[in-house]
Nanobody, 118 residues
């Protein structure tokens, strides 16, 4: 079973940086994508970033391009999200996901709160 746990959230001033981590402590696999979504209360969960198994292919939501960087360390079963130039509208709960090949659903972590003050 997949068990994802995020860390690294917190309070930061606008213009600052945070690095989120997400590790899978459950059953390990290979050849799967991981990434991040975020959600503000009352709104749908929105795509942030995705990275494939090799790390060579990355994808970002429109407002994250150039500010956020997704990376992974397969030996540690961990995905990272480096967030720079943070803005108040980046405030949200950030959820990591794991997308297994052939699976119809994503596995999710419990989320970590990121708050950006102006």
């Amino acid at each position: 079973q997949v068990q994802l746990r995020e860390s690294g959230g917190g309070l930061v001033q606008a213009g600052g940086s945070l690095r989120l981590s997400c590790s899978n402590s459950g059953r390990t696999f290979s050849n799967y994508d991981m990434g991040w979504y975020r959600q503000v209360p009352g709104e749908e969960r929105k795509f942030v970033a995705r990275i494939n198994w090799s790390g060579l292919n990355t994808y970002y939501g429109d407002s994250m391009m150039g500010r956020f960087t997704v990376s992974r360390e397969n030996a540690e079963n961990t995905v990272y999200l480096q967030m720079n130039s943070l803005r108040p509208d980046d405030t949200a709960v950030y959820y990591c996901f794991l997308d297994l090949p052939g699976s119809s659903t994503l596995y999710w972590g419990q989320g970590t709160q990121v708050t950006v003050s102006s």
